[in-house]
C-alpha cells in the first residue's frame, strides 16, 4: 500500500522518533510520547502503529530484512557449518547494533505486520536449510531447532549487551558454536 506524501511524511516522523527514543535505551516506547516527539497526535500516532508492537516491527523491518538476506547466503554457502557460523555471527552483529530487532525477534507476540510475518517465513525457511544441510555434513548436533537459534542468538545479544569485554562477542559465538556442534 502506497502512502500519500503527507501520510508518508509523518510515520517518517514518527519512526525518526521512536529511533531517537531506542537510541537513548527506551524500547517501551510510550505512544503518547512518541507522538509528541514527532509532533503528532496521538490518534494519528495509532492510525500509523496500532501498538508498541506494530512500531517495533516497523523500526526492525531493514534489518530483519538483512538478517533474512544473511540466512539465505548462509544457506547456499558451499560449506553448512561455515554458513551457519557466518549467519550466527551477522545475527549477533545485527541484533546488538539494532534493539528494535532484538526485541521483535525475542517477542513471544505473534507478528503485527504482514511484512513481519513474511520476513519471519522467510527467515525460518532459511534457518532450517541451513540447520538441514549442516545437520546432513555432521555439523551441527541434530536435536538444534531453529527456534533454538533464535533463542540463543537473542540470549547471545542480551549477554552482550549487559556489558562483557571487548572480547566477549566472538568468544561467546565460539562457546555457542562448540555447544552445537555434533559430538
Known sequence: MTLRADSARV????LA?????????DLDLPMNAIAKDAGVGVGTAYR???NRQALLEALAAESLGTLVADAEAGAADPDPAAGFAAL????????RDD???????SSAQPACLAATTDLT????GAVQTILAR??????????????????????????VAAGAD??????????????????
Do not use: K, W
Not at 510515520?11 to 514518527?14: A, E, L
Not at 550466527?88 to 541484533?95: A, D
Not at 534493539?99 to 525477534?105: D, F, M, Q, S
Not at 555432521?138 to 531453529?146: E, F, H, Q
Open 11 to 14: 510515520r517518517g516522523q514518527m
Open 17 to 25: 522518533a521512536a529511533r531517537e527514543r531506542v537510541r537513548g535505551g
Open 48 to 50: 500509523h502503529f496500532p
Open 88 to 95: 550466527l555471527r551477522n545475527g549477533l552483529r545485527l541484533l
Open 99 to 105: 534493539p528494535a530487532l532484538a526485541a521483535v525477534l
Open 121 to 124: 517465513t522467510q527467515l525460518g
Open 134 to 159: 549442516a545437520r546432513a555434513g555432521g555439523a551441527i548436533r541434530p536435536d538444534v531447532t531453529a527456534d533454538d537459534v533464535r533463542r540463543l542468538i537473542c540470549g547471545l545479544q542480551h549477554a
Open 166 to 183: 571487548s572480547g566477549a562477542e566472538d568468544r561467546y559465538l565460539d562457546i555457542l558454536l562448540a555447544g552445537l556442534r555434533a559430538a
